[in-house]
């Protein structure tokens, strides 16, 4: 019912920058909080940070003050700054109809279908 796709995720250097986008089709009007999340093969899915209806954000304290999330009518963002080689992962987007986040994973019906970043 919403459809989530990423992009953005490239190969950096450790204290580079990226831009991930996240762009919803389908039904968007039932979409309240969305989220970044990440994951390394073998490891469960972290959560990063979430951006509700209203446009509070939170963010996981590995992350604070370097990644940023916002949105406008064309999609999510997350802008990573100052990345380090153990934010290497599959980067995925997830929205819930719930227009609070309380970022547990299971809260999220609709991913995307993860972009890679890795950083060397």
């Not at 997350?78 to 986040?101: F, G, H, I, V, W």
């Amino acid at each position: 019912h919403v459809q989530l796709v990423e992009s953005g995720g490239e190969s950096v250097q450790a204290g580079g920058s990226l831009r991930l986008s996240c762009v919803a089709s389908g039904a968007t009007q039932d979409i309240g909080c969305m989220g970044w999340f990440r994951q390394v093969p073998g490891l469960e899915r972290e959560g990063i940070g979430s951006i509700d209806s209203t446009g509070d954000t939170g963010y996981v304290d590995s992350v604070k003050g370097r990644f940023t999330i916002s949105k406008d009518n064309a999609g999510l963002y997350l802008q990573m700054n100052s990345l380090k080689p153990e934010d290497t992962a599959m980067y995925y987007c997830a929205a819930t109809s719930a227009p609070r986040c309380t970022m547990a994973a299971d809260s999220f019906r609709n991913w995307g279908q993860g972009t890679q970043v890795t950083v060397s």
